[in-house]
Nanobody, 118 residues
Framework: QVQLVESGGGLVQPGGSLRLSCAAS????????MGWYRQAPGKERELVAT???????NYAESVKGRFTLSRDNAKNTVYLQMNSLKPEDTAVYYC????????????WGQGTQVTVST
C-alpha cells in the first residue's frame, strides 16, 4: 500500500513557475503509473500528467509544453514542474497511482492548492 503526500502549492503570478512534490511511503516502481491530477471548484477532477513504469509520459493538451512530470525512484518522489502558469491552472492538485491488472487508482489525499493570480 503506497501512501502519498503532496506539497509545494501556493500563490503565484501568471507566467510564474512552481514545483509540486509527491512523496510516497512505498516504492513507486511497484505501481503501473504515477500521475498528477487537478480539480477546480465546480469542475471534475482531470488528468494533468502521468508517467508509467518504463518512463513513458503523457500530458493534458492544456499543459503540454509548460508542465514537466519527473520521477525519482530512489527518493520515492514524483514532481510536477509548472512553468508559464495561467489563471486557469488554479486548482487543487493531487498525485495518485494506478495499480493492478485493472489499473485502479489508489486513495485520494488532500492535495495541494495552486492559485495563479495577480
Amino acid at each position: 500500500q503506497v501512501q502519498l503526500v503532496e506539497s509545494g502549492g501556493g500563490l503565484v503570478q501568471p507566467g510564474g513557475s512552481l514545483r509540486l512534490s509527491c512523496a510516497a511511503s512505498g516504492s513507486i516502481f511497484s505501481v503501473n503509473a504515477m500521475g498528477w491530477y487537478r480539480q477546480a471548484p465546480g469542475k471534475e477532477r482531470e488528468l494533468v500528467a502521468t508517467i508509467a513504469k518504463r518512463g513513458y509520459t503523457n500530458y493534458a493538451e492544456s499543459v503540454k509544453g509548460r508542465f514537466t512530470l519527473s520521477r525519482d525512484n530512489a527518493k520515492n518522489t514524483v514532481y510536477l514542474q509548472m512553468n508559464s502558469l495561467k489563471p486557469e491552472d488554479t486548482a487543487v492538485y493531487y498525485c495518485n497511482y494506478k495499480a493492478g491488472p485493472d489499473n485502479h487508482f489508489g486513495s485520494w489525499g488532500q492535495g495541494t492548492q495552486v492559485t495563479v493570480s495577480t
